[in-house]
């Protein structure tokens, strides 16, 4: 089978497409071919030797994958089929053919959805829904700051707290990725890079501040954090794009917020966690993304590369071009 392949760490240009074996499902795996995989910031820090795969997963790139049952092996309960339509989180080896999953992994693809669409719903969705459930225990009403606004998991983050009936607000660089998050849903949108978000903020909550704030971010913006949350608030960091030096007394401000930092890495959790927070999310967000629903969740899209292509897609999301999801479509 074709895959991704690099063989030392560096830049985009060190990507190439190989043959490679095909994997084989062992025990309780169902093997699925790919028809669609998506690109994430974690394929881009792997591919510079900064962010190995777990012990025992797949060294090939590709966090998400959706395609069809192509094969169970042995001790499979019977719940997928050859043929079904499928997609996951991996641990990686989305990128390439077939990749092997343990079947609990394995979510059905909403009706009416194509494999590039529902390559575009693991890793972002998985990721926000855990983030603002199991971590940051989101309630109605509450309003909640999301970094990174039109990036994956921030569209996908926007529609999750609609869907709590809480309220979403953002940041993001543009003008053309704050449209991006208000047409997801966003209450209101900050650009970072030429206001004080944090005034905007306590201005848009009358000076109580956000209950949660989901920052990819990291050390750079940890002051205005800290200024634009509430009493009791809670941080939750899940990337570190500018850096994890802090500078400043931060402790100090925590404390007086009474507020709370709270980290999570989807990739690293362990497979119970993991797989009960599929199965919250399987039950209570998918049905949503069918035909018809209302509120109706959708991924965004914003570019499809053919496999052989993978090096220019690699290049798009470094240059942080894109709006919504890069997706890789398979031979």
């Known amino acids: 089978m074709l895959a991704v392949y690099f063989d030392y760490p560096g830049g985009p240009e060190n990507l190439y497409v190989k043959e490679v074996m095909k994997p084989h499902p062992g025990e309780g795996e169902v093997l699925v071919k790919v028809s669609a995989s998506a690109l994430n910031r974690a394929d881009l820090l792997q591919r510079r030797g900064k962010y190995p795969p777990p012990k025992g997963a797949s060294d090939i790139l590709g966090l998400e994958a959706a395609g069809s049952v192509a094969g169970l092996g042995p001790g499979c309960k019977g719940r997928w089929k050859t043929g079904d339509?499928?997609?996951a989180l991996l641990s990686g080896g989305g990128q390439a053919e077939y990749v092997t999953v343990p079947?609990?992994?394995?979510?059905?693809?909403?009706?009416?959805?194509?494999?590039i669409q529902a390559a575009a719903i693991p890793e972002a969705w998985l990721t926000a829904f855990q983030l603002l459930h199991f971590v940051g225990k989101i309630q109605e009403g509450?309003?909640?700051?999301?970094?990174?606004?039109?990036?994956?998991?921030?569209?996908?983050?926007?529609q999750l707290v609609k869907l709590a009936k809480a309220i979403p607000i953002v940041t993001a660089g543009t003008q053309e990725k704050l449209k991006a998050a208000a047409n997801a849903g966003a209450a209101a949108g900050f650009n970072y890079k030429n206001e004080d978000f944090s005034e905007k903020v306590l201005a848009f909550t009358q000076g109580s501040g956000v209950d949660i704030i989901l920052d990819c971010v990291g050390g750079s913006h940890w002051e205005k954090n800290l200024s634009c949350l509430?009493?009791?608030?809670?941080w939750i960091i899940y990337g570190l794009l500018s850096g994890g030096e802090v500078h400043g007394d931060l402790l100090a401000r925590l404390l007086s917020?009474?507020?709370?930092?709270?980290t999570s890495l989807l990739r690293s959790r362990d497979k119970e966690a993991s797989s009960g927070n599929q199965q919250s999310f399987t039950e209570d967000a998918l049905p949503y993304f069918s035909g018809g629903t209302s509120p109706h969740l959708q991924p965004l899209i914003d570019s499809v590369y053919p496999l052989?292509?993978?090096?220019?897609?690699?290049?798009?999301?470094?240059?942080?071009?894109?709006?919504?999801?890069?997706?890789?479509?398979?031979?």
């Open 142 to 158: 509450e309003t909640v700051l999301i970094h990174a606004g039109a990036s994956g998991v921030g569209i996908a983050a926007i």
């Open 257 to 262: 917020k009474r507020a709370s930092i709270q």
């Open 103 to 115: 079947e609990g992994y394995l979510m059905p693809i909403p009706n009416d959805m194509t494999f």
């Open 308 to 331: 052989h292509e993978i090096a220019e897609a690699h290049r798009i999301m470094e240059e942080n071009k894109n709006i919504g999801k890069i997706v890789i479509e398979m031979p």
């Open 85 to 87: 339509a499928v997609m």
């Open 230 to 234: 509430s009493t009791d608030g809670r």
